[in-house]
């Protein structure tokens, strides 16, 4: 079974929702790059993966209890397994890469742009690839 996360937004080390809901539960951290796009949802205050080629940064976490912690991690993202359409993000599998080179898999929460909750998100790029770099401004 998959056990890693990759995190790219509040949930990285030292943000809000790391000591929210992660503090204490992480067995180790390093960090990563996955595919896709990154964006800053302006209205929310937090970003959005969605499709392409750019490198996002973020960290990949193994955790205590998995299946605890991503079952609190899937509730935040507000990812429902059975109801995507009404799922802000959907929970997908990525290839990370790693700084030495290597790559693994893991979970990420990608932004479900179909989503009636997601409809009038206001996306702005973050051509960085790092969002926290992007809110440090």
């Not at 539960?25 to 964006?39: A, R, W």
């Not at 397994?81 to 599998?93: A, K, T, V």
């Amino acid at each position: 079974m998959l056990n890693k996360v990759f995190v790219y937004g509040s949930l990285r080390t030292g943000m809000f929702n790391y000591d929210k809901y992660l503090k204490g539960e992480v067995l180790e951290s390093y960090p990563g790059k996955i595919k896709g796009s990154l964006f800053h949802i302006e209205n929310k205050g937090y970003p959005a993966i969605i499709e392409g080629n750019s490198e996002i940064l973020g960290e990949i976490f193994i955790l205590k209890d998995f299946p605890k912690n991503i079952a609190v991690l899937d509730e935040m993202e507000n990812f429902f397994s059975d109801n995507r359409d009404g799922s802000e993000y959907l929970r997908y599998i990525a290839q990370a890469q790693l700084s030495d080179g290597q790559t693994e898999q893991v979970y990420y929460y990608h932004y479900n742009s179909s989503a009636a909750v997601n409809t009038n998100d206001q996306l702005i790029p973050v051509y960085s690839g790092d969002w926290l770099e992007h809110m440090a401004g």
